[in-house]
């Protein structure tokens, strides 16, 4: 698949299959998030890599809108952290680090779907709960998650909007 085709081809899954996903495409996903580009290739980022097979209940109190099922029944949930102190900042002070982690997960996404995998972009979590489920320290952010595994759902027809709503030329 090449990249456009994976770009086109990648959907949020919310239903998996228990099967595990095999460690060599683990360890792909993986190298591709390493090779995100970040702001002066801080990378100030960390990947953590939860197996949910027995530790459903506790991996469903980071999910925040109280239907934690289809997050937890994949194989693998991996949550995106940043460390702010490692990260570059643009000259008003502003950090990147979210925007590095963002790329990560894109990143992260975009290789699971190459590889035929599942995956779903979250933001909805309680950040208190993922402190404590995954022993954050308190210098390293939460940024998002994403379930892992082989996708039971297919892919819907996408809905966005048409380029000519979104591209401006030389000016606003």
């Known amino acids: 698949m090449d990249v456009l085709e994976t770009i086109a081809a990648r959907y949020s899954a919310r239903s998996y ?18 090779l995100a580009p970040t702001a002066a290739n801080r990378q100030p980022f960390r990947l953590i890599v939860a ?12 999910y925040s809108d109280g239907r934690p099922l289809w997050f937890t029944v994949a ?3 991996l949550a995106i952290v940043a460390v702010p102190a490692e990260a570059w900042r643009r000259v008003d002070g502003k950090s990147y ?7 990560v997960m ?8 190459a590889l035929g995998l599942g995956t779903c972009w979250i933001a ?6 993922t402190r404590d489920v995954l022993g954050l320290p308190d210098d390293v952010e939460p940024i998002a998650f994403t379930p892992l595994g082989y996708a039971v759902d297919a892919p ?9 709503e979104l591209v401006k030329y030389d000016h606003w």
């Not at 299959?17 to 390493?34: F, H, Y």
Request: aromatic residues 2%.
């Open 51 to 62: 197996r949910t097979a027995g530790r459903e209940e506790e991996m469903a109190r980071i």
């Open 97 to 103: 680090h979210e925007v590095d982690a963002s790329i």
């Open 75 to 77: 194989p693998l949930v």
């Open 124 to 129: 909805a979590f309680d950040p208190a709960a």
């Open 106 to 113: 894109d990143h992260v996404v975009l290789a699971a779907t």
């Open 17 to 34: 299959k228990t099967d595990p996903v095999e460690d060599d495409k683990l360890a792909l996903i993986l190298e591709a998030a390493r």
């Open 156 to 164: 819907r027809q996408k809905k966005r909007r048409p380029l000519d």
